[in-house]
Every structure is written in C-alpha cells, then in structure tokens.
C-alpha cells in the first residue's frame, strides 16, 4: 500500500500527491495512468522547475557548479542514488 495521497475531486477529476525525486510517486502516477487513463494529464511546476525542463542543459552545469561550490556534493550524491 502506497502513502501516496489521491484524491478524487469528481468522477473526471483525481489528484495525486507526488514528491519530485521519488520514485514510489513516478510508479503511483505512472499506476494511476494506465489504470485511470485520463484525457489530460496535468502538473505542478514551479518556475525553476520548469526553467530547466525548458533549458536542461544550461541548469545541469549552472547546478552543478553550484552545488559544489555550496559544498552540497554529498546531497547531490544521495538525490542521485534515490
């Protein structure tokens, strides 16, 4: 059983709780999906998200750099081991 929040607002309307780097959420809404199989399938991003969904490439080596100069490398580690 998942501790993933879903939410049916109407009989055409369901929210999915979801935290960006888990995998559990990925495999609930990819679940949901071929279960629900919805018209639209909408997301909430916020504008840096969506900056680097836009432009991947830029924010890899801007992040990159920044987190190391932050002395984050070890977070960045671990985000990439989940």
């Not at 609930?28 to 991003?45: M, N, R, T, Y």
Request: hydrophobic share 40%; no cysteine.
């Amino acid at each position: 059983m998942s501790n993933i929040p879903i939410v049916d607002i109407d009989e055409r309307l369901r929210l999915i709780g979801t935290a960006h780097i888990s995998r559990e959420s990925a495999e609930v809404v990819k679940q949901q999906i071929s279960e629900w199989q919805p018209d639209v399938v909408a997301i909430e991003l916020d504008s840096n998200r969506l900056a680097h969904l836009q432009n991947p490439e830029k924010f890899d080596d801007e992040a990159l750099t920044k987190v190391m100069k932050e002395g984050r490398t070890s977070l960045l580690l671990f985000q990439s081991l989940l």
